[in-house]
């Protein structure tokens, strides 16, 4: 009973506390109608381009069993929320859409699947939130899953992270590549022991935010790796390039006598190919820093990176760094099958709140009016008395497939109607008069320009669409 007592005292002073507190959970972060603006507008680029592709859309549970998520993500497995048991089984929230994905393909026996997902996950990580770092966030992904030529799908995952970026208009970006397989070759001729891949693999990956030495500080001292193999280590991963470069590498002595590099080597070679077809190969780097620490990835791998802006609007702070991410997991699925049958998979993810912390920076630096509804046409009146007669057109609107409103008063001021159009954005009203119904028209008046015209009101709709562009 004392134990009961003191959770109870414990669980009032939380709940106390976050009530004085009055605001989210570390990690997490309430949406304002004009930040909501920003992410449908983000949203609606994305996945217009994820439908452009043949891509169909799928949904997953936001929790699954903990022995679903356990040993898919290396090192980065702590940060996995665990939920409390309440009956029996161990659940855990979602750490990405990836893993949910490969069990669900393999629960379903589907072999082959083109599909996109927009939901959030959950990350006990330390938040930066200028940074875009949360601990509940949205993923984008799209994966092509099933067995295809080689780098045909890769190349097309990759030509989509161009062209959304591109869409997005953040700044100039970089996509650098690299294939696990030669990762794991390179490890080998320089010496990590097999049962060190993975660890020494985390630490690689952090190059794009340590300097060299303290990534070479953490292999030896942390991860007790031989000094002499770190620095061999070192002599390829700060290599980065072109076709060329993957040329030089297929010539090298130690690393053309490891087949798993020269498959990887190979491969990516052909990638190259088919990225230059798509014309996207100069915002290419082939990168051997690029280890992507997730356990589940098996040959290339793909990481997006926001170029410095000499002269934009971000913040010099900011620091987003990676938007996008992804490769190839051949091996995720067969982990859910009873009879361990592999579906290859590749695939990517946009980080959606970085790409958002830099367009919120940007629009307000500009200054740039942000509209937070789509309404087309306000219905106001000129008299008193006219109430009715606003419910019924704007109903007719409606109806018509018209984005209308109406000021929630019985007799509004016609000034105040129109400073309201002004303040959000509101392009068109349609004014009722006396005059107006005796004639059978509606005023139609241009917000902007201040330009009225009498619409006959079996026309009024049709004028409505041409007006906004709505077909």
Same mark, same amino acid.
């Given at each position: 009973?004392?134990?009961?007592?003191?959770?109870?005292?414990?669980?009032?002073?939380?709940?106390?506390?976050?009530?004085?507190?009055?605001?989210?959970?570390?990690?997490?972060?309430?949406? !304002?109608?004009?930040?909501?603006?920003?992410?449908?507008?983000?949203? !609606?680029?994305?996945?217009?381009?994820?439908?452009?592709?043949?891509?169909?859309?799928?949904?997953?549970?936001? #929790?699954?069993?903990?022995?679903?998520?356990?040993?898919?993500?290396?090192?980065?497995? $702590?940060?996995?929320?665990?939920?409390?048991?309440?009956?029996?089984?161990?659940?855990?929230?979602?750490?990405?859409?990836?893993?949910?994905?490969?069990?669900?393909?393999?629960?379903?026996?589907?072999?082959? =699947?083109?599909?996109?997902?927009?939901?959030?996950?959950?990350?006990?990580?330390?938040?930066?939130?200028?940074?875009?770092?949360?601990?509940?966030?949205?993923?984008?992904?799209?994966?092509?899953?099933?067995?295809?030529? =080689?780098?045909?799908?890769?190349?097309?995952?990759?030509?989509?992270?161009?062209?959304?970026?591109?869409?997005?208009?953040?700044?100039? #970006?970089?996509? $650098?590549? /690299?294939?696990?397989?030669?990762?794991?070759?390179?490890?080998?001729?320089?010496?990590?022991?097999?049962?060190?891949?993975?660890?020494?693999?985390?630490?690689?990956?952090?190059?794009?935010?340590?300097?060299?030495?303290?990534? $070479? !500080?953490?292999?030896?001292?942390?991860?007790?790796?031989?000094?002499?193999?770190?620095?061999? =280590?070192?002599?390829?991963?700060?290599?980065?390039?072109?076709?060329? @470069?993957?040329?030089?590498?297929?010539?090298?002595?130690?690393?053309?006598?490891?087949?798993?590099?020269?498959?990887?080597?190979?491969?990516?070679?052909?990638?190259?190919?088919?990225?230059?077809? #798509?014309?996207?190969?100069?915002?290419? %780097?082939?990168?051997? %820093?690029?280890?992507?620490?997730?356990?589940?990835?098996?040959?290339?791998?793909?990481?997006?990176?926001?170029?410095?802006?000499? /002269?934009?609007?971000?913040?010099?702070?900011?620091?987003?760094?990676?938007?996008?991410?992804?490769?190839?997991?051949?091996?995720?699925?067969?982990?859910?099958?009873?009879?361990?049958?592999?579906?290859?998979?590749?695939?990517?993810?946009?980080?959606?709140?970085?790409? #958002? %912390?830099?367009?919120?920076?940007?629009?307000?630096?500009?200054?740039?009016?942000?509209?937070?509804?789509?309404?087309?046409?306000?219905?106001?009146?000129?008299?008193?008395?006219?109430?009715?007669?606003?419910?019924?057109?704007?109903?007719?609107?409606?109806?018509?497939? =018209?984005?209308?409103?109406? @000021?929630?008063?019985?007799?509004?001021?016609?000034? !105040?109607?129109?400073?309201?159009?002004?303040? +959000?954005?509101?392009?068109?009203?349609?004014? @009722?008069?006396?005059?107006?119904?005796?004639?059978?028209?509606?005023?139609?008046?241009?917000?902007?320009?201040?330009?009225?015209?009498?619409?006959?009101?079996?026309?009024?709709? &049709? &004028?409505? $669409?041409?007006? +906004?562009?709505?077909?």
């Amino acid at each position: 009973m004392a134990e009961e007592e003191a959770l109870r005292k414990q669980a009032d002073t939380v709940r106390r506390l976050k009530q004085e507190k009055a605001s989210p959970e570390e990690g997490t972060r309430d949406y !304002n109608p004009k930040q909501m603006a920003i992410r449908e507008k983000v949203f !609606n680029i994305i996945t217009q381009c994820f439908k452009r592709h043949g891509a169909e859309t799928i949904d997953t549970p936001v #929790f699954e069993l903990k022995e679903t998520l356990t040993g898919k993500y290396g090192e980065d497995s $702590k940060l996995i929320y665990d939920l409390k048991d309440q009956g029996g089984e161990l659940l855990s929230l979602r750490y990405d859409l990836t893993v949910p994905f490969a069990r669900y393909l393999a629960m379903n026996k589907i072999t082959n =699947i083109k599909r996109y997902q927009i939901a959030k996950v959950y990350r006990r990580d330390n938040p930066a939130m200028t940074k875009g770092r949360y601990r509940e966030f949205y993923q984008c992904d799209f994966d092509i899953a099933g067995h295809y030529d =080689i780098m045909i799908p890769d190349a097309e995952c990759l030509k989509i992270v161009h062209e959304i970026l591109c869409a997005l208009q953040i700044g100039d #970006f970089l996509i $650098k590549v /690299n294939d696990r397989r030669i990762l794991d070759g390179m490890f080998a001729v320089c010496g990590v022991p097999d049962i060190k891949f993975r660890t020494i693999c985390s630490t690689v990956d952090k190059l794009d935010k340590m300097a060299w030495e303290d990534v $070479k !500080n953490e292999m030896v001292g942390e991860k007790g790796l031989a000094p002499e193999i770190a620095d061999h =280590i070192g002599g390829y991963v700060r290599l980065h390039g072109g076709l060329s @470069l993957i040329e030089q590498l297929l010539q090298d002595p130690k690393l053309s006598q490891n087949k798993l590099a020269q498959e990887g080597l190979e491969e990516v070679k052909q990638l190259f190919k088919y990225l230059d077809i #798509f014309g996207i190969s100069d915002q290419i %780097s082939f990168d051997l %820093s690029l280890a992507r620490g997730l356990d589940y990835y098996t040959g290339v791998i793909y990481e997006a990176i926001l170029l410095q802006q000499p /002269n934009d609007h971000v913040e010099e702070s900011l620091g987003v760094g990676s938007v996008a991410g992804g490769g190839r997991y051949d091996g995720l699925v067969g982990m859910f099958d009873p009879k361990g049958r592999k579906v290859p998979c590749v695939g990517v993810s946009i980080g959606i709140e970085r790409v #958002f %912390s830099i367009m919120e920076q940007k629009m307000e630096a500009s200054e740039e009016k942000i509209r937070t509804t789509e309404t087309q046409v306000l219905v106001a009146s000129a008299q008193k008395k006219l109430l009715e007669e606003r419910l019924k057109l704007v109903s007719q609107l409606w109806d018509s497939g =018209i984005k209308a409103e109406i @000021l929630y008063k019985k007799n509004p001021k016609l000034l !105040n109607q129109l400073q309201y159009c002004e303040e +959000t954005g509101i392009p068109l009203v349609a004014i @009722l008069g006396e005059q107006e119904l005796k004639d059978g028209v509606v005023k139609l008046r241009d917000v902007v320009t201040r330009e009225e015209v009498d619409i006959c009101r079996r026309k009024l709709v &049709e &004028e409505i $669409k041409r007006r +906004t562009h709505i077909l």
